[in-house]
């Protein structure tokens, strides 16, 4: 039997173990949850710019600051839920205070509270900051953040992408889970600009997906034998897929999300750093490895592409002075095909 099916039958095998309500939900939660989860944000304005260029950069650049705000707060919401203690919060805030109540409030958290309201492309966006200190509970508990500031830039997108003229872009995201980024696609008013196929080897994933969104186009695929021709979409995303197959499998996969893709795609990877080669970890029926962001980077050179490199870490540390990431081993390759 060819080793890539042995494989991919594992892999369907590992996912098949969970119930749908755990494969629905898993990965849209916390700081997997798409809406402020950066690398999902990055996807979303991957395809943003293809679609409408550099006009929408002031709100796209408004959202990554959100994400990181919104990401601290998850974290400082959790363990001071007290009226008392996030008023104290907001107070220091408002004072320009670094410590409130023995917590710190980092000054990329203050900067975003100074900037808000504020303006981008003639939207208002409100101060999400204030919003989520002044809505806690009487009594500590673990909170989540209110559903209605979280889609504070869900409302943004929607409202400013309906009624915009743009050619239709065709897109394909293997490895697409329950619609785990589709769903924001969705919401944010993304989903309607394009021509959309998503793929997973689970079918309880699939089944989940079509559920939720009958109208799109969802199938139980193997990203390692994709069934299309070559260039057959514009675009392509990936998001929690390749670290979980192996070496071999890793090559072949890229080689087939390369060879489907016109133009440009926007690979996310959890788990990769500057080792000079992968760190291969088998576990059951599938990976945990460590990628070489090296050697990905040389695999897709050699299959024609250029390449932008963004260590999700490093450059939120550049770009917004933000040092709490949760994920130091997240990645971000944007690969334009070049031949």
């Not at 003639?122 to 009594?139: F, H, R, S, T």
């Not at 673990?142 to 979280?150: D, F, H, I, N, T």
């Not at 196929?197 to 689970?202: K, N």
């Not at 996310?268 to 050697?295: K, M, V």
Request: proline share 4%; charged share 25%.
């Amino acid at each position: 039997m060819d080793r890539f099916k042995i494989e991919s039958e594992g892999l369907a095998k590992s996912w098949q173990r969970y119930d749908s309500a755990h494969l629905r939900d898993y990965l849209v939660r916390g700081v997997e949850d798409p809406r402020i989860n950066v690398q999902s944000i990055l996807s979303r304005h991957f395809l943003i710019e293809r679609l409408f260029g550099r006009r929408f950069e002031a709100v796209a650049d408004a959202e990554l600051r959100f994400a990181i705000a919104m990401n601290w707060l998850m974290k400082t919401v959790s363990t001071c839920a007290r009226v008392e203690q996030l008023g104290e919060l907001l107070d220091s805030l408002l004072d320009g205070i670094e410590i409130a109540n023995g917590t710190r409030i980092p000054a990329y958290v203050q900067s975003i509270f100074d900037s808000l309201p504020c303006e981008c492309n003639g939207v208002i966006v409100a101060n999400y900051v204030n919003e989520v200190l002044m809505w806690p509970p009487m009594e500590p508990v673990a909170l989540p953040l209110p559903e209605s500031v979280l889609n504070t830039f869900a409302t943004i997108w929607q409202n400013l992408l309906a009624c915009e003229p743009t050619e239709r872009i065709s897109v394909i995201e293997p490895a697409c889970g329950s619609a785990n980024d589709y769903r924001f696609l969705h919401a944010f008013g993304i989903a309607p600009l394009i021509d959309y196929c998503g793929f997973d080897l689970c079918d309880k994933n699939i089944a989940n997906a079509r559920r939720m969104f009958g109208d799109a186009n969802f199938g139980c695929a193997n990203v390692l034998e994709i069934g299309h021709a070559d260039k057959s979409f514009d675009f392509c995303f990936v998001h929690d897929l390749f670290e979980h197959l192996s070496p071999a499998a890793f090559d072949r996969a890229v080689e087939e999300v390369v060879r489907v893709t016109l133009k440009a795609c926007c690979l996310s990877f959890f788990n990769a750093g500057c080792n000079p080669e992968h760190i291969e970890r088998p576990i059951e029926d599938y990976h945990w490895n460590t990628l070489s962001i090296s050697q990905t980077d040389q695999l897709l050179r050699r299959l024609g592409c250029e390449t932008k490199i963004i260590g999700i870490d490093a450059w939120l540390r550049q770009q917004f002075e933000c040092g709490d990431t949760h994920n130091k081993q997240a990645y971000t390759v944007i690969a334009t095909i070049k031949i």
